[in-house]
């Protein structure tokens, strides 16, 4: 039985849609280099073969010019649902799983076509498709992988782990790649949930390697596709007693232990609050500008687009398509573009001028979060305008996107789940799947006790850990300013003021230090009390 690992090196860009580090320095050799080191060490794969176009084909063998492995030249096309593949998962990046519609870190690359070519070439009977910048993979993991495929690949022919992307590869028999070769399809066909035919989870089947607790609860991706990764992982090389010998276990402790490495020059994600209607805010809050000034907009769009991998989301109190000068904050995202762009509005005003505007600036997600599947539930719970005219509004919706004959924006349709909608959850899911939407549960959130606590029962974790949204997010109000998190929807503690009057604003220093950082630094200690929200939060495990 051949197994042969296949490493898809696409010079042009990554699973991200970013442009390729493979060739980028680390730690003294190019990360391409550190991947095929690794995975030569595996001792069950027979053979290593890279995969790239042939445009590329000269710099890929000049990087690995003294490995042992075959560079296979491929001008086959890639699916062509690619692209919306990793815009489906751009906010679940840093998991292997979690993105919209069932979409997974399996679905950002792969090639088909091409790996099926060289598979064939080498007359493979597995292939391990590893990434081209995963410089920590871990080889006895992996090899331990390959048996375990091994094992049971004449009943599951695609073998995976929860695992982040980068520490380990995924494996699947020649014919599975033949049949996505031949359906134009990625692993989304096999693992995406099937309203015909349910199953159960395949984290529970034996096409599942548990790669251990340690390495499932990780947080963060461990590969060289984006300027924090490459910084992040050059990072922790440097903190490994012996790197060349650290395994995934290992890396695992050192990112826990060092979580600063993964800061980055700008947040991953980013929350701007669009409007602020005093009304709509479950709670009284400080006196704030109504809607954020577009050339405050401006200046926070141009610093966040100055990074590669941040995603904004566009929010508030209210209804951020209700901003008398909206047209201006789309138009503004088509100059200064983050890495994904997210709008959350309760969908009353998506008229078909305001869906334009959407379509025109190329929203990835739109997300309403409709929290309620009847009539009766939408008005007791205080929904924003009557329900049939919301539904309405996002079944016109989503007809005009299939006529445009695209998939995005992806539409997210979210319900909260409270005692009130528990029993319409499950009708709410169905409907909203069939519509061709996402249909999104979020858990009741009481917003560190100033709300009342409507959840069914208690969702967060037992254990209380360092809070992830401090670590992800920058959360601004209308005004400007930089709030702990979306907990404190008062405004009530702001901890950098409003955005100064210079024509420039620059992000980084307010996310990376300040008051911001030293919350952060508290909660590594956990003194939950440095800040008058913490001890009562239930949401530090989520954001």
Known sequence: MKVIACIEANLAENPLGLPSRALADFCGKPVLARVAERILAVGSVQEVVVVTRPDDAARVRQALRDLPVRVHESAQPDVPQRKPLRRARKWSRFGWRGGLHWTTAFDEHGWPKALHEAAVTSQADSIAIVRAEAPLLDPALTDAMVQHHLKYRKTYFFTFAQAPPGLVPEICTIDFLKTMTLTNETPLAVLRYKKEKPEMDRIRAECHF?????????????????????????????????????????????????????????????????????????????????????????????????????????????????HPRVDEIFSTLKTHRPYGV??????????????????????????????????????????????????????????????????????????TKRLETEPEI??????????????????????????????????????????????????????????????????????????????TYDAGPLWREGKLADLRTAHRRSAWAAFPLCPACTEWDRF
């Open 210 to 322: 548990d790669c251990g607790e340690t390495v499932r609860r990780m947080t963060w991706r461990l590969t060289a596709d984006s300027a924090r990764g490459l910084a992040a992982l050059r990072g922790l090389w440097a903190l490994a007693a012996d790197p060349e010998k650290t395994g995934a276990h290992g890396w695992a402790a050192l990112a826990g232990a060092h979580p600063e490495v993964w800061i980055g020059e700008l947040p991953p994600f980013a929350s701007v609050e669009l409007v602020r209607q005093p009304a709509a805010s479950p709670v009284p809050g400080r006196l704030l500008p109504e809607f954020m000034d577009p050339d405050v907009f401006t200046r926070i769009a141009e610093a966040l687009a100055a990074g590669d991998d941040t995603c904004l989301t566009l929010e508030g109190w209210g209804d951020p398509l209700a």
């Open 342 to 415: 997210h709008l959350v509005t309760p969908g009353m005003l998506l008229d078909e001028k305001r869906a334009d505007l959407l379509f025109a600036a190329d929203l990835d997600i739109l997300e309403i979060p409709l929290n309620a599947h009847t009539p009766e539930t939408y008005q007791k719970l205080g929904g924003v305008g009557d329900f049939s005219g919301v539904s309405a509004n996002l079944e016109a919706f989503l007809a005009r996107r299939k006529k445009q004959g695209c998939v995005t924006p992806y539409l997210a349709v979210s319900i």
């Open 426 to 503: 499950e009708a709410f899911y169905e409907t909203w799947l069939d519509r061709g939407a996402w249909p999104v549960i979020r858990p009741a959130n009481r917003y560190a006790g100033q709300v009342p606590d409507s959840a069914p029962f208690p969702t967060n974790l037992a254990r209380r850990r360092p809070c992830v949204k401090i670590q992800n997010e920058l959360y601004l109000d209308t005004a400007g300013e930089i709030l702990a998190c979306r907990e404190d929807l008062a405004a009530r503690h702001p901890l950098a003021p409003p955005l100064p009057d210079a024509k």
